[in-house]
């Protein structure tokens, strides 16, 4: 449980502001390492936008999570090192567990099932060619596209950092289904638009989804690992403040020196902010303490897009795999696509991705037999547009043509879109952002040494997350920036 003493009194080495993945895991490695750390978030438990939610019985997901690479991830990386492997447990499925909706040119519906890790087998291709219309030379071109990636080295992916994921993807010449796959399973990843995805992290995600597999969960929820570092800190000394909302950065003779709280105060020799580095930035500290062209930097780094959708909760099996992507050839977005949804001319299918929990987890569910589902559509960030009902609405429609038996099965339903994320997450700071799904889009310009730098220009403050410091898709980035971050702090501060 958190501490809720007056942090007044308190002297930390690290303070993080924020438990998302970024924060925690810079909390807990700075604490394994021996420095005394105060974590603090504005929610009432930890794990950011994949915070688990525990209502009435049943637990799921604030808004859909599922772990990409499902081995050898970040996520195996710092449950070994803290030694929290008998506190979480982390679960990759076996079998047929994702179902592939797809609408060809000529209308209705094909289904691809396949396990989450690919073997490449010949039902798998079997499979390719029934859904997706694919030849024998489209496979093979297909082969050659993975091949490439797998071969590549380190070196070779951070050189794709200036190349579009489109212009990447064009040469090899795949089908025009088969494209399609693979620019909605990359709108997926990254929530940003594929022809200026950078390809450096396409190529380093698929390739980990290669030889990795997808769909790594949680046992208890998505959220578990990011409450088992919390609670790591605490044991550790330390503390974990909930409910708390940090106002500003303390900045003393240049230099950040510790938080102020609607709690109090929180001093100490390094401040590490998992808020967004334009809520850091632009309102926690305020331009005047950084230069000049970097503030300007700041205000004009891009989004991610958001996510809109419904959380369910079922009284029977309703949707038959763990995640069920749906789409369309026209469903894919690039940016002139995205910009045509935003001026309200819609996709036949708008892009929808299904997590189902309890197909992971059936213990999230309060009876046997039951099932919660989160369905998600992609939207403007801007906590104030009024996409997200609408993509809602055209999402239900198509998700209740494919499962009709979801009227007569539902319990409870709870929407929820950019304004909700931003409430429970990230500060509204420059015009059109704050439903972020993921931070900063990982757009060519803002990758690589394009991105901002964890140690910013203000001494002693630190920046963890999406935002700096990490590759890879969602929350796997989040854990990569946390390990380069806690680093990079814990050397500063010896």
């Known amino acids: 449980m958190a501490h809720r003493t007056d942090p007044d009194d308190a002297d930390f080495d690290v303070v993080v502001i924020g438990a998302g993945y970024g924060g925690v895991t810079t909390a807990a490695l700075c604490a394994h390492r021996g420095k005394r ?35 050898g991830s970040r996520f195996h990386e710092l449950v070994d090192e803290l ?69 590549m080295s380190d070196e070779e992916i951070t050189a794709l950092d200036e190349v579009g994921a489109v212009d990447f993807v064009t040469p090899f010449g795949l089908s025009t289904g088969l494209t399609s796959q693979i620019y909605s399973t990359l709108n997926m990843l990254f929530v940003a638009p594929v022809d200026r995805l950078a390809a450096s992290e396409a190529a380093l995600v698929l390739r980990n989804m290669v030889l990795g597999g997808a769909g790594r969960f949680h046992r208890g929820g998505y959220g578990q690992v990011a409450e088992a570092c919390a609670e790591f800190v605490e044991e550790r000394g330390g503390r974990f403040l909930t409910g708390t909302r940090v106002q500003r950065i303390l900045v003393e003779d240049g230099r ?38 970097y503030v300007e930097h700041v205000k004009g780094l891009e989004p991610s897009w958001a996510i809109a959708g419904v959380r369910y909760v079922f009284d029977a099996r309703v ?35 299904v997590d189902v929990a309890s197909e992971f987890d059936p213990g999230l569910v309060a009876e046997a037999g039951h099932q919660v589902a989160n369905i998600q559509v992609f939207v403007s960030p801007d906590p104030d547009s009024d996409m997200g009902a609408e993509a809602v609405r055209r999402a239900r429609v198509v998700v209740e043509e494919l499962y009709p038996e979801i009227r007569e099965h539902t319990i409870r339903t709870e929407p929820y879109g950019a304004r909700q994320i931003s409430r429970m997450t990230r500060d509204a700071t420059m015009p059109g952002t704050g439903g972020e799904a993921v931070g900063l889009a ?6 690589g040494r394009g991105k901002p730098d964890p140690r910013t220009p203000l001494p002693g403050l630190y920046l963890v997350g999406c935002d700096a410091g990490g590759r890879g898709s969602g929350t796997h980035q989040a854990v990569d920036s946390g390990f380069h971050v806690a680093d990079m702090v814990v050397d500063d501060l010896s």
Not at 101 to 115: A, D, F, I, Q
């Open 37 to 71: 750390v105060a974590l603090i978030d504005k929610t009432p438990r930890a794990g950011g936008k994949t915070q688990t939610l525990h209502r009435k019985g049943y637990r799921y997901e604030m808004f859909g999570a599922v772990g990409i690479p499902a081995v």
């Open 256 to 293: 950040a020196v510790g938080v102020e709280t609607d709690k109090g105060v929180v001093r100490a020799a390094a401040v590490v902010s998992n808020a967004g580095v334009q809520p850091t930035v632009l309102r926690l500290v305020g331009g005047e303490s950084f230069p000049a062209e």
């Open 319 to 353: 949707f038959d795999a763990a995640l069920i992507p749906i789409f369309s050839d026209q469903s894919w977005l690039d940016s002139d696509r995205f910009a045509a949804m935003e001026a309200g001319e819609w996709p036949d299918v708008p892009l929808i991705a």
């Open 83 to 151: 030694g929290i492997g008998d506190r979480v447990e982390l679960l990759v499925p076996e079998g047929e567990q994702a179902a592939v909706h797809y609408r060809p040119p000529e209308g209705g519906w094909r289904t691809l099932r396949s396990p989450l890790r690919q073997t490449g087998s010949e039902e798998e291709l079997a499979g390719l060619r029934r859904v997706f219309g694919a030849t024998d030379e489209d496979l093979a071109r297909l082969g050659e596209f993975y091949l490439a990636m797998i071969a």
């Open 442 to 447: 990982q757009v060519v310009g803002q990758v």
